[in-house]
């Protein structure tokens, strides 16, 4: 199962790595229209970049896909092996790519090991792989986590605002506190919601055991963006963002 | 014995088994029939593991170990498989999962599918054929065959037939299998298990049952046996029914055995005329 599931991932890098034709191109474009001088060792370490993020997110959006594609959920659910095994079977392989093409890219470039990138790069593929089972399409799921990244970026500094104004943290640019609300409302429940369902599936149709989806991260999704609508104006404006 | 005891289990609102019990001894090979949608399919992929109860339990045998899936056969009438994968890899992927060195392909070879095929290049037959190779492969406890033999041709059916039989033969394999076709499998049933409404309508060893379902040929419904569906004609109908008295008081009447499809398509006809 694990050598299925590293072809799997090595073919969702590939897919990525067709990003990569934007060197020529951006070269070209540069040359040809825009002149601002790039050169070739301007564009590449940036489409990298892009490329990298793109399958920490493609790459967890995916987690299922080829179960879904090919019709063969039934027959992974009747093999003798636990559902927890089956996800961390797909997950190794993606995030071990995803660390090494990281740390490659930070060797060549000589930049040095960058944590906080690759602390966001997991935190990105996570996101994306919680929304794997509940997505079908590729694109939508790319969609949705940038959706629950803004949701998530716009929640921190909202809660963080909410929590200073109630007495609850001294200070409006406390960092992570913000971050760590965001992370229980917002992608502790969409999580939850995926191991729950992981914990339960079944070969029938996946609609019809999305409830925890449904229950545990649509509401909490919801009360983030009222709050966000109600109060991130405010917060603006006392941090003299707003005009 | 395979215990299912006070199964529940429904597809969202729609229930298909509330309160189901069933016991299955080992080395039994019973046929589970019904009308379409009754849940056979549904009961397959309940022992198999794929699908999971609401509520209630499914014990089985001892033999089978700490993980039952390891021991079970099990080919559905979705014939489920990775189909971006060849032939061969798809095989390789079962070894890998299985612990199998290597699998017997003698079906596969007799059909002649090339290894380097890829599983959605294959007609239902072969695919049929690739995964009862594979499942046969693992000396199964228990096989769960769910509607599929017909979909193969008559001379490969009655190849899987033989293995089945040796397979039968070389150990107490238990084998429960969904099919609306009993012609090349009759031989081999010994106990029928008629669903209807997420419960069990009828459940009897196959000989007992030939002898308590009879069709019998008259011009008037019989007097006092059970009719479980008729088939009108201007002088005679013919009416099928179930429990079949010895001494029922009946003259003028002709009294006709039945083969095991003759006697499905009574039980389905009736529920379908009620």
């Known amino acids: 199962m694990l050598r299925k599931e590293v072809r799997d991932a090595l073919r969702r890098l590939a897919e990525c790595l067709i990003l990569l034709v934007a060197v020529p191109l951006g070269y070209i474009w540069d040359r040809a229209i825009v002149h601002y001088g790039w050169r070739f060792v301007d564009i590449v370490p940036a489409v990298f970049t892009a490329t990298i993020f793109l399958f920490a997110v493609y790459s967890g959006v995916s987690l299922f896909s080829s179960e879904k594609k090919d019709r063969a959920l039934e027959y992974m659910l009747s093999l003798p092996v636990s559902r927890s095994k089956i996800v961390l079977a797909k997950v190794v392989p993606r995030l071990s790519i995803l660390v090494g093409l990281w740390g490659g890219f930070a060797i060549l470039a000589g930049k040095g090991w960058n944590w906080i990138i690759l602390v966001f790069l997991l935190f990105l593929f996570f996101i994306a792989a919680s929304l794997s089972i509940a997505i079908d399409s590729a694109v939508i799921g790319l969609l949705g986590v940038f959706l629950l990244f803004g949701a998530f970026d716009l929640s921190s500094s909202t809660l963080t605002f909410v929590a200073w104004k109630l007495g609850l943290i001294s200070s409006i640019h406390n960092v992570w506190f913000g971050w760590t609300a965001a992370g229980v409302l917002i992608l502790g429940p969409f999580a939850a919601a995926f191991l729950l369902v992981i914990r339960n599936l079944q070969a029938m149709p996946l609609r019809l055991q999305m409830r925890p989806y449904y229950r545990l991260a649509l509401p909490s999704f919801l009360v983030v963006i009222f709050l966000i609508l109600k109060f991130f104006g405010a917060y603006l404006a006392a941090t003299g963002r707003l005009g | ?274």
């Open chain 2, 1 to 274: 014995m395979l215990s299912i005891r006070d199964l529940h289990f429904s597809y969202g609102k729609r229930s298909v088994y509330t309160g189901f019990n069933l016991d299955i001894p080992a080395g039994q090979i019973c046929l589970l029939t019904g009308i379409n949608g009754v849940g056979k399919s549904t009961l397959l992929r309940l022992i198999a593991g794929v699908l999971r109860p609401k509520k209630g339990t499914i014990v089985y045998p001892e033999t089978m170990g700490g993980e039952p899936r390891r021991k079970i056969g099990f080919i559905s009438d979705q014939l489920s498989l990775y189909e971006s994968l060849t032939v061969d890899q798809t095989i390789r992927f079962h070894c890998d999962v299985f612990g199998l060195d290597r699998i017997d392909d003698r079906l596969i070879r007799l059909t002649k599918i090339e290894g380097g095929r890829r599983v959605k290049e294959l007609s239902t037959g072969q695919r049929t054929i690739l995964h009862l190779n594979m499942i046969l492969s693992l000396d199964p406890e228990l096989l769960l065959i769910d509607e599929v033999i017909h979909s193969i041709d008559a001379y490969l059916r009655r190849v899987f037939l033989e293995e089945l039989i040796a397979l039968i033969a070389r150990k107490r394999v238990t084998v429960l299998m969904a099919n609306l076709n009993f012609h090349d499998i009759e031989a081999l049933i010994e106990r029928v298990i008629l669903l209807k409404s997420g419960t069990i309508a009828v459940d009897e060893p196959i000989e007992t049952l030939k002898k308590k379902v009879k069709k019998i040929i008259a011009p008037a419904p019989p007097a006092g046996l059970t009719i479980l569906s008729q088939r009108p004609f201007p002088d005679r109908s013919e009416y099928y029914v179930y429990p079949y008295l010895e001494n029922s008081a009946l003259r003028d009447v002709e009294v006709v055995d039945l083969d095991l499809t003759e006697i499905v398509a009574a039980f389905i006809g009736g529920e379908y005329a009620a």
